[in-house]
């Protein structure tokens, strides 16, 4: 029951992610370059991922706003390597569109004409910035309702798009249009911040294993690979199995730098003006291409029990025949407030039913004929299986729970094998030439460097994923000879 | 206990209505003109109301996709009508930021050239618009979606930003960027279209009434007040203490217009191709400033109890009191599973928390005191009640639940007593302008004629909210005296 419309993830990965979200009915292309729709599948699975993110955001007291996406560009220049960071892929707003008589008039060079003349009379600093991201507007509400010690910390989170100029771009991974959560938080003291931005990646930890099963490597980014204002940037990489690094999100700790440039001030016990400390951080809708590809095979998605779309199938294997229909209704009755199923009773062939079920990333697909209901038993297909299994109906729930566990447990053991098996250590720069050309992911010996970072990346494509831990004393850059103050991982990275 | 911060709403009503926003921490105004943020509690309101709209959908089968921000100018210009309606408040997008280098020299002169250079390259029909609604790309879905009759009908819906470039703008009411969902259909026949949209309808009515309190006059729009596109618009009128209607949500018929102009075919059961009819509805976060106006008083907002961010305060007022402690502790933990419940046992007065609460729409204040121990009650202030009840702390459940039932439909019923009151019948031009002038929402014969209606508009303010059912054959236009087509609602409006 091979899926043909898949290409074969050996052949072509690329085109096999390609063909994954095609068949899954995950997303389509418009005519706007980089922009994509979200089908209900793949918005689902972001609902889903959200709702757990969120949970866990209610348990330390974060609280959601909404934030405008326009931002005024004067306000957007005062952190200048936050802009600097982030000028080359901002949109810009400008103007609106040519009066509608003239637009009906459908005259094309007048439209263009009167068009470019509305835009010469804006100048820059009069402009709007379409959000990159929101720590400006942020700081800016920070700002208006900060008042005194008492008011800290401020816990604030919002759900929303974000919109980035990119170049090359892919469903997920890379579009001009995203979304995420952007936590963002003010602090007392250097110590509270610091420890807040640590709690929000054990958030996003537990989140990546327990939900989206996916393994991964914690660490601190090197200078060069911070965010843009960040002082410090802790991050999760995961590894996809074309040996490319994915970093799934980050947490930053930002020190005083943005409350100085927007002036974020509150009132200490002593009456004394202070600036707060601050941290953001965010997942976004590119760890979806991330689930997909590290879990995914060539009969389509496979996705975690939590994050599927249908979670249980139920397929009648003849129509019109009352006891198949009444076990049918018996069974959906029993699981349909605990998981979302689906039934297919239509006139379509069996094996285009249950390739259609698991090209979907559909756990379970439960069959029942004549032979089910004589036997008194349930077929089930388990996505990750290939042989069918009996059980008793009365033990359906039970099994449901119990192999639901298991199957998220596999699938974190078996991408946490692969992430494994890829991680190599180097000692000089051949040894990382090699490692990376095999599509590892290298753990070595490094003298943190700007320079050294870019020669690297033009050399060989790879970058500086996260530090592991300090060097030892004797410890050698593989790169520069030097002494090594860093463990790092590299590897080339969506 | 009055409180001071907030304009009496019969003085100055529109500044009643921002001082209520200040005052109750709902939004925040940022420097670019015409955008608010959502702070925690006016999120919250709209986060609750979206729930409540989902879960009706859902019972419907609608799914959940999302649509990109950006539409290529060429797609906008399709549907005529469509275009030509939203032309004049719609942004662009055209351009990234000046180059960082540049940016970076803070040469403010040099930053400006480059920018209005880059902009001059963009003809019209290369740009980006922001969307004002999402029809456009909705048809480039559904087209590239659609094959056979079987795949119909299609439900979809997104929460999304819209943007509007407005001139004047109030939060809530009308902002440059604001907040809805917007229901796309396409269906075989006209006839199933139309009992979509009517069916759409009948969900924002229960929606109003049970969750809202909102009283509403329903009726379809006259061709003037359509939307642009649209066959029939069907609309949930509101009028708010001031006199002003509110236009609470639509749903439209579109009927083949989009889908031939956009090209949305299917293989019909006869191997036909055919275009298909479809709908759109939507409810926006103007509907939090029809509920801000509708329900709330001098003391603050007044909120339905199932939208209150803060359903419950229990005040304790004494500190390092042991009995009191525990008899809080053993009342947070009987209800918090059930209501959104906060306790301020901080230093301020007990005026201040009451105040607080009030202002922020808190339905039910418990009070827990020395006095309360003793008699072992609880001492209740209910938010649209001036004398303090007392309870006994066992029958508090029993209390919340059928006070709370109680009180939605007090705040109903108070609303649609005023509503009633202010419809008024009129038979000619003078009675209709002298109604007006009093805030009513007048009631009249009229010949449809959007020359007529703009006139109307021009001389008095006022505007068709919508039609109440045909004319009889002898009624008079109170406007033109011709035979009238309708009877139809005016008001002005927000």
Redesign the interface.
């Known amino acids: 029951m091979k899926n043909k419309n898949i290409v074969p993830k050996e052949s072509n990965f690329s085109a096999w992610y390609s063909s994954i979200i095609n068949e899954a009915?995950l997303a389509?292309y418009?005519?706007?370059k980089g922009?994509?729709?979200?089908?209900?599948n793949a918005?689902?699975i972001?609902?889903l991922i959200k709702k757990k993110i969120d949970d866990e955001f209610k348990k330390i007291g974060v609280?959601?706003?909404?934030?405008?996406?326009?931002?005024?560009a004067?306000?957007f220049?005062k952190e200048?390597k936050h802009?600097?960071g982030f000028?080359?892929?901002?949109?810009?707003?400008?103007?609106?569109?040519?009066?509608?008589s003239k637009?009906?008039s459908n005259n094309?060079s007048q439209?263009?004409s009167?068009?470019?003349a509305s835009?010469?009379n804006?100048?820059?600093?009069d402009?709007?910035?379409?959000r990159p991201t929101s720590e400006v507007?942020f700081c800016?509400?920070f700002k208006?309702?900060l008042n005194s010690y008492n008011d800290l910390p401020i816990l604030?989170n919002q759900w929303?798009?974000v919109?980035r100029?990119e170049k090359n771009t892919r469903p997920f991974l890379r579009t001009?249009?995203f979304?995420w959560q952007e936590l963002h938080t003010i602090h007392q003291t250097e110590q509270e911040a610091i420890t807040q931005a640590i709690k929000t990646i054990k958030i996003y930890k537990k989140i990546l294993k327990n939900e989206l099963c996916m393994p991964f490597i914690y660490g601190e980014k090197t200078i060069n690979e911070r965010f843009a204002g960040a002082i410090k940037t802790f991050t999760l990489e995961s590894l996809m199995p074309d040996g490319q690094a994915l970093q799934c999100c980050t947490s930053h700790y930002l020190g005083q730098n943005f409350a100085k440039a927007y002036d974020i001030k509150y009132q200490n016990q002593n009456n004394q003006f202070d600036y707060v400390y601050q941290t953001s951080a965010g997942l976004s809708t590119r760890i979806i291409g991330g689930l997909i590809m590290t879990h995914s095979d060539n009969n389509g998605l496979v996705l975690p029990l939590n994050l599927a779309p249908i979670q249980i199938a139920i397929i009648p294997l003849e129509k019109n025949n009352l006891q198949i229909n009444n076990c049918v209704k018996n069974i959906l009755k029993s699981i349909k407030n605990k998981y979302r199923v689906e039934i297919d009773d239509s006139d379509k062939g069996l094996g285009y039913k249950i390739n259609n079920y698991q090209v979907q990333g559909t756990v379970f697909i439960i069959l029942i004929g004549k032979n089910e209901i004589q036997k008194n038993v349930l077929t089930i297909i388990q996505r990750n299986q290939h042989e069918k299994i009996e059980i008793n109906p009365n033990n359906l729930k039970h099994f449901l729970k119990e192999n639901g566990k298991n199957y998220q447990k596999q699938l974190y053991e078996k991408a946490k094998c692969f992430f494994e098996s890829s991680i190599v250590k180097v000692n000089n720069f051949d040894e990382f030439k090699q490692a990376i050309n095999q599509h590892k992911f290298v753990e070595a010996k490094f003298k943190q460097s700007t320079k050294n970072e870019e020669e690297i990346k033009k050399l060989t494509g790879a970058t500086a994923r996260c530090i592991k831990h300090k060097a030892k004393k004797n410890d050698k850059c593989f790169f520069s000879n030097e002494q090594a103050t860093d463990i790092v991982y590299f590897a080339r990275s969506y």
């Open positions: 009915k389509l418009t005519s706007v922009s994509i729709i979200f089908l209900p918005w689902l972001w609902q609280k959601n706003v909404q934030l405008p996406t326009f931002i005024n004067n306000d220049m200048v802009i600097g000028a080359p892929e901002t949109f810009t707003v400008s103007t609106c569109l040519p009066n509608p637009l009906l094309d439209i263009t009167e068009f470019i835009k010469q804006t100048s820059f600093h402009s709007i910035i379409i507007i800016d509400c208006k309702i604030y929303c798009n919109f100029n001009n249009e979304y």
